[in-house]
């Protein structure tokens, strides 16, 4: 069983890895602005270049304005967790909802990340 285990992390390793070779286009080791919003618009996500500033800032972690592939990984499993607890609140599915405050928090803290 542990030796299954294992396989499957080093696979899932594996296609992160591949993932992020591939939006690194300068082959820098890194994603730049540039790079992450090509990325992040091919998983489906509509976002304005304010929001990829943003998670630029949030994740570049040197001051490089570039990302690292541990904090590509966890930038992207961010979004795709916070998107699908949107989601589940986005009953018409129409992009908008409608919460309070305390619903929001509650929105985020309980969002296993």
């Keep these: 069983k542990q030796w299954y285990q294992r396989r499957v992390r080093g696979k899932y390793i594996n296609d992160w890895q591949n993932t992020f070779r591939y939006y690194d286009r300068d082959n820098s ?11 992040i618009a091919s998983f ?42 949107f989601q589940r609140k986005d009953a018409n599915r129409n992009g908008w909802i409608q919460i309070n405050y305390e619903e929001f928090m509650e929105l985020v803290f309980s969002t296993r990340i």
């Design 29 to 39: 080791g890194s994603i730049d602005q540039n790079e992450l919003q090509t990325a």
């Design 44 to 85: 489906g996500y509509n976002l304005s270049s304010k929001f990829y500033k943003l998670v630029l800032r949030k994740f570049d972690r040197d001051g490089s304005k570039r990302i690292s592939f541990d904090d590509f990984i966890q930038c992207i499993v961010i979004i795709q967790t916070l998107s699908a607890a």
